[in-house]
């Protein structure tokens, strides 16, 4: 598994990477019942540690199985003209792959849809919506760039698109809504002069000998106040042994400044209420920042460890696994290779096929594929898209 919502089943052995999960996870099962869970780099496929637990979120926002997808195949006919063979996103949903921009046509998976304002508390403590700006002209100008590429696109029949109407609040629905919440908007500074700038290049490179050498040279250089922030409880833990197990000092012409070892903190409050120069909390922040009034760096385990999960929420495949383990060009490639599959193990190359993916009596549809067969004349297809997963 490379990315969130993608799962693996290997006889005794689960692998899933939940959504909202900054890691996937491996299931160690016993006959039926869980014997351990643990947490897994999906690029090294090492473990890392054990969890006690894991949360499921469902994949997607919509439901997708046989009923959702008649549903969603007879909604399509009755909204669009044409013939929606020739559109690939419901050929795709035909075959049970819900493929990318599917979730513009959601309404069609639902007899009726909602807004955030549904989701809201009615009773109990008050809810506020904060914005930053003129919320109103912000709203007008979505609507008006929206309105635009609509009349731009609505023409294509192998790509109709739904109104924006069936899938956003236009401004006088938007504050209709919202008119029973208390509202509070932030006004923009206009001050143009930066407060917060980037992190520099901090990352952590463990085929080095000194892995934490940026680190080294960035405190040698003056006095600031360090914050690492991990994404759970479990890495905090994996951070605070790197550093320990370097057992490194920082240090200007041989004398130290102080330990690298970070000091643990519940929060990012309580490390600025102290005085220790080097934290470590547990805060899913998704960029650091340098904050030059304060002489303070927050750097996260993303910016730290840059092949971590996090690095990966953008869903390109090309930052879904080590570029140093990737094939640069099928050529590369020759039959009888041996391949190592991600979820699979060792096989050998056999070849580009292409093969037929449409329901019989159906419009073909080709895709190309990467051929291995493993022990006993085991095949398996790899489409070319997830080429990133074979090394």
């Given at each position: 598994?490379?990315?969130?919502?993608?799962?693996?089943?290997?006889?005794?052995?689960i692998?899933?990477?939940?959504m909202?999960?900054?890691?996937?996870?491996?299931?160690?099962?016993?006959?039926?019942?869980?014997?351990?869970?643990?947490?897994?780099?999906?690029?090294?496929?090492?473990?890392?540690?054990?969890?006690?637990?894991?949360?499921?979120l469902?994949?997607?926002?919509?439901?997708?199985?046989?009923?959702?997808?008649t549903?969603?195949?007879?909604?399509?006919?009755?909204?669009?003209?044409?013939?929606?063979?020739r559109?690939?996103i419901?050929?795709?949903?035909n075959?049970?792959?819900?493929?990318?921009?599917?979730?513009?046509?959601?309404?069609l998976?639902f007899e009726?849809?909602?807004?955030?304002?549904?989701?809201?508390?009615r009773?109990?403590?008050p809810?506020?919506?904060?914005?930053?700006?003129?919320?109103?002209?912000?709203?007008?100008?979505?609507?008006k760039?929206?309105?635009s590429?609509?009349?731009?696109?609505?023409?294509?029949?192998?790509?109709?698109?739904?109104?924006?109407?069936?899938?956003?609040?236009?401004?006088?629905?938007?504050?209709?809504?919202?008119?029973?919440?208390?509202?509070?908007?932030?006004e923009k500074?206009?001050?143009?002069?930066?407060?917060?700038?980037?992190?520099?290049?901090?990352?952590?490179?463990?085929?080095?000998?000194?892995?934490?050498?940026?680190?080294?040279?960035?405190?040698?250089?003056?006095?600031?106040?360090?914050?690492i922030?991990?994404?759970?409880?479990?890495?905090?833990e994996?951070?605070?042994?790197?550093?320990?197990?370097?057992?490194?000092?920082?240090g200007?012409?041989?004398?130290?400044?102080?330990?690298?070892?970070?000091?643990?903190?519940?929060?990012?409050?309580?490390?600025?209420?102290?005085?220790?120069?080097?934290?470590l909390?547990t805060?899913?922040l998704?960029?650091?920042?340098?904050?030059?009034?304060?002489?303070?760096?927050?750097?996260?385990?993303?910016?730290?460890?840059?092949?971590?999960?996090?690095?990966?929420?953008?869903?390109?495949?090309?930052?879904?696994?080590?570029p140093?383990?990737?094939f640069?060009?099928?050529?590369?490639?020759?039959?009888?290779?041996?391949?190592?599959?991600?979820?699979?193990?060792?096989?050998?190359?056999?070849?580009?096929v292409?093969?037929?993916?449409?329901?019989?009596?159906?419009?073909?549809?080709?895709?190309?594929?990467?051929?291995?067969?493993?022990?006993?004349?085991?095949?398996?297809?790899?489409?070319?898209?997830?080429?990133?997963?074979?090394?």
């Open positions: 598994v490379m990315r969130p919502g993608e799962y693996s089943i290997r006889g005794g052995l692998d899933l990477f939940p909202g999960s900054s890691l996937p996870y491996r299931l160690d099962l016993f006959g039926d019942e869980i014997e351990q869970i643990r947490a897994f780099d999906p690029d090294t496929q090492r473990s890392l540690y054990p969890v006690k637990e894991v949360r499921l469902p994949g997607h926002e919509f439901p997708f199985d046989d009923g959702s997808r549903a969603f195949r007879g909604r399509w006919r009755e909204v669009f003209e044409g013939d929606p063979t559109c690939s419901y050929k795709d949903a075959l049970g792959i819900p493929s990318a921009g599917i979730e513009s046509y959601l309404p998976f009726e849809t909602c807004s955030v304002f549904d989701y809201f508390p009773s109990g403590d809810v506020w919506i904060i914005g930053i700006g003129n919320l109103e002209e912000a709203i007008k100008s979505f609507w760039d929206t309105l590429r609509y009349e731009f696109l609505k023409h294509d029949l192998d790509r109709p698109i739904l109104s924006p109407s069936e899938l956003f609040l236009d401004v006088d629905q938007f504050f209709s809504a919202a008119k029973p919440y208390a509202r509070l908007v932030l500074e206009t001050n143009d002069t930066p407060h917060f700038f980037a992190v520099p290049d901090l990352a952590v490179h463990r085929r080095d000998a000194d892995p934490i050498t940026r680190l080294r040279a960035l405190v040698a250089q003056e006095k600031v106040r360090l914050l922030c991990s994404d759970s409880a479990g890495r905090k994996s951070i605070r042994q790197l550093f320990e197990e370097s057992n490194a000092v920082a200007q012409n041989g004398k130290p400044l102080y330990p690298l070892k970070p000091e643990g903190f519940e929060g990012i409050a309580d490390f600025m209420k102290s005085d220790s120069l080097f934290g909390v805060a899913q998704f960029n650091g920042f340098t904050w030059p009034a304060e002489n303070l760096i927050v750097v996260t385990e993303a910016e730290l460890f840059t092949t971590t999960a996090r690095q990966r929420r953008k869903g390109k495949d090309s930052e879904s696994a080590d140093d383990m990737l640069k060009d099928l050529s590369e490639l020759k039959i009888g290779d041996p391949v190592v599959h991600s979820d699979h193990g060792i096989g050998r190359y056999q070849g580009l292409l093969l037929n993916l449409a329901p019989p009596k159906e419009e073909p549809i080709f895709e190309e594929f990467l051929h291995l067969v493993y022990a006993n004349e085991a095949t398996l297809y790899v489409p070319v898209q997830q080429l990133q997963m074979v090394t």
